[in-house]
């Protein structure tokens, strides 16, 4: 079965849209933020779907980025990653090698855009969740990066 996946905005409401016929539905889903589960739905056309509903704070665009990671205080090169997703708040990284992260720990990320300039970008951030090599973190430094908030836009 098909899984969807439908951003949620700040009030709980989501454009949930069937492919089957384009048939759209406005939904408040505030609900289902804690279920963090996928939801059967199924149209008046008669298509079912499964539907993950994304309750993000910023539009998060999926990419393909190569660059390393150093644990804080460190400059021992823990390893090299790639990103495969990126917001203005952090992003998801996979790494190349088995590491010894935990959830709370501080890392450097150093990666470069794939945009006109080839921006460099070097954030702090902190772990929020692994599974296996992928690696979800949020940046933690509050520093203003004009090519990476220009970058992600939609």
């Known amino acids: 079965m098909e899984t969807v996946r439908v951003d949620s905005s700040g009030s709980g409401e989501a454009v949930i849209r069937c492919n089957a016929c384009g048939r759209k539905k406005t939904a408040n889903v505030a609900a289902y933020k804690e279920l963090g589960k996928k939801i059967k739905v199924t149209c008046p056309c008669g298509a079912s779907f ?47 090698h088995p590491h010894h992260l935990k959830v709370g720990d501080i890392i450097r990320v150093h990666f470069e855009l794939d945009d006109s300039q080839r921006s460099y970008i070097v954030r702090n951030a902190v772990v929020r969740n692994i599974r296996g090599l992928f690696i979800g973190v949020a940046f933690c430094d509050n520093k203003t990066d004009k090519a990476l908030a220009f970058y992600v836009l939609p």
Not at 50 to 71: A, M, N, P, Q
């Open 50 to 96: 499964l539907v993950v509903f994304e309750f993000r704070i910023h539009y998060r665009k999926l990419v393909s980025l190569t660059g390393d990671f150093l644990r804080d205080g460190s400059e021992e090169e823990l390893g090299a990653m790639e990103v495969k997703n990126i917001s203005i708040g952090g992003l998801g990284m996979q790494t190349m």
